[in-house]
């Protein structure tokens, strides 16, 4: 948990230099330009409509980040507040809570190899490329929560009953509540 904070420090940080410096290029022109000190505009160099081009797939990157990362929270948070060793009435390990059989797939999936479920690099890494993975393939956050919960991409609306261990569930209920957290997570990663 502590190095994803660290990464979400580390990126907002050059993120914000990214900004400061295109930022102040702006506005050297448009000081320029009000003053009358440049009557022209001139044409865009090669460099100057990289760095535009750049900034813009940068601030892209930049957010689907962001709601990889608040994704991954919330989704952790919800499951084990963040503890990596708690085990799930149904057999789910860990702080995502995953299923033996889910863990195996989605490891080797990963890794090419089934990692260790106790180690909790693994089940952060393991998450986050599943999470990406759906991101990638254009699952909006709802679909993804419910796929998490359930490991279904559609008719999850109405799940809702006892699992074979006798265990209560509600897919809807808990796609609202992690995104009810992730609304939280996203306030506090804009902050970083």
Not at 14 to 19: H, Q, R, T
């Amino acid at each position: 948990m502590l190095k994803i904070v660290k990464i979400l420090v580390f990126k907002k940080i050059f993120c914000s230099f990214v900004k400061i410096f295109l930022m102040k290029r702006l506005l050297c022109i448009m000081v320029f330009l009000f003053l009358g000190i440049a009557t022209y505009a001139p044409e865009q160099t090669e460099r100057e409509e990289y760095l535009f081009e750049t900034y813009e797939e940068f601030e892209r990157i930049d957010q689907r980040e962001d709601r990889i990362d608040a994704l991954q929270v919330s989704i952790m948070f919800t499951e084990s507040r963040g503890r990596y060793h708690v085990r799930g009435m149904s057999g789910e390990y860990g702080a995502y809570q995953f299923m033996w059989r889910t863990w195996t797939n989605w490891s080797r999936q990963y890794a090419g190899e089934v990692l260790d479920i106790s180690c909790p690099r693994n089940q952060d890494a393991v998450a986050r490329y599943k999470i990406e993975s759906m991101v990638d393939q254009g699952y909006d956050d709802e679909t993804i929560i419910a796929f998490w919960n359930s490991g279904r991409t559609d008719g999850w609306e109405n799940m809702i009953g006892t699992n074979s261990h006798g265990v209560y569930y509600n897919v809807p209920r808990y796609v609202q509540t992690v995104m009810n957290n992730m609304d939280i997570a996203q306030k506090r990663i804009q902050l970083v």
